[in-house]
């Protein structure tokens, strides 16, 4: 994770800018007069990447369904009404 430190009059000019830097991870410090005042950061946490060998090894030796999803989602939606 990267700081980046702005003025609190910069912070206001580019709030959207120092948003979607936040929430792709970096810690943004807003400053009055010099002195940290606040700091913006994600709400969430980043997500990790998905290592796609270790994906493929879990899926494939699951078996295959033998109806559609949207058949079988019909069915129950089917049975449920009234």
């Known amino acids: 994770m990267t700081t980046n430190t702005v003025s609190l009059a910069d912070a206001k000019a580019r709030l959207s800018e120092l948003v979607e830097r936040a929430r792709s991870g970096e810690i943004v410090v807003i400053t009055r007069r010099g002195r940290p005042v606040a700091r913006l950061t994600s709400a969430s946490p980043a997500r990790k990447p998905v290592d796609l060998e270790t994906l493929t090894g879990v899926i ?15 069915k129950l939606r089917g049975d449920a009404r009234y």
């Open 60 to 74: 494939d030796p699951m078996p295959r369904q033998a109806e559609s999803t949207g058949r079988f989602i019909g």
